[in-house]
T-cell receptor, first 111, second 114 residues
Framework: GEDVEQSLFLSVREGDSSVINCTYT??????LYWYKQEPGAGLQLLTY?????DMKQDQRLTVLLNKKDKHLSLRIADTQTGDSAIYFC???????????FGKGTRLSVIA | EAGVAQSPRYKIIEKRQSVAFWCNPI?????LYWYQQILGQGPKLLIQ????????DSQLPKDRFSAERLKGVDSTLKIQPAKLEDSAVYLC????????????FGDGTRLSIL
């Protein structure tokens, strides 16, 4: 079955860039998503990318996709303490199908 | 645009009791999902509805879990009887009927089984 892998923890200093990495196994993945989850809250959609793209930028967020290696990354520029949260990578294929999530990366921002 | 609404936010019950969760999706969203998120894990799909029909319930433990979306809008998820391993956050998500539209999540219901 499909699998999505992420490193579990990342710690950065305020003002630095954060890079959260994700790998997936499903070669039919068409859409790849990044969600943010703060304590006690649901999942907030941050950004998503189609598999025919290799980069998407949205303000402080940059998503890079290497489809050959099935590797996705999320870069957060000028990381702030408010960015501390768990970040989930998720993928789905082209049908009306559910998301397959990784276990999440806990980002800690040190002031 | 109002987001996905879920209630209650928290529920504590004893094992073997029953519990129900409610979800109101974003207006106009035809597809509704229930996910289970166990502590330290990513969400996993329990059931997916398209309007009032079930699209995928292959991961739903049907001996104890049930869900319905009778009028194609609100949905309820029920657990009867609850087991200790059902302790989790139950997330509802919705999306428009187009497959390339992202899913939007509610804040979830945190269930603790004693």
């Amino acid at each position: 079955g499909e699998d999505v892998e992420q490193s579990l923890f990342l710690s950065v200093r305020e003002g630095d860039s954060s890079v959260i990495n994700c790998t997936y196994t499903d070669s039919s993945s068409t859409y790849l998503y990044w969600y943010k989850q703060e304590p006690g809250a649901g999942l907030q959609l941050l950004t998503y990318i189609f598999s025919n793209m290799d980069m998407k930028q949205d303000q402080r967020l940059t998503v890079l996709l290497n489809k050959k290696d099935k590797h996705l990354s999320l870069r957060i520029a000028d990381t702030q303490t408010g960015d501390s949260a768990i970040y989930f990578c998720a993928e789905k294929d082209s049908g009306n199908t559910p998301l397959v999530f990784g276990k999440g990366t806990r980002l800690s921002v040190i002031a | 645009e109002a987001g996905v609404a879920q209630s209650p936010r928290y529920k504590i019950i004893e094992k073997r009791q029953s519990v129900a969760f409610w979800c109101n999706p974003i207006s106009g969203h035809a597809t509704l999902y229930w996910y289970q998120q166990i502590l330290g894990q990513g969400p996993k799909l329990l059931i997916q509805f398209q309007n009032n029909g079930v699209v995928d319930d292959s991961q739903l433990p049907k001996d104890r879990f049930s869900a319905e979306r009778l009028k194609g809008v609100d949905s309820t998820l029920k657990i009867q009887p609850a087991k200790l391993e059902d302790s989790a956050v139950y997330l509802c998500a919705s999306s428009s009927s187009s497959s390339n539209q992202p899913q939007h999540f509610g804040d979830g219901t945190r269930l603790s089984i004693l």
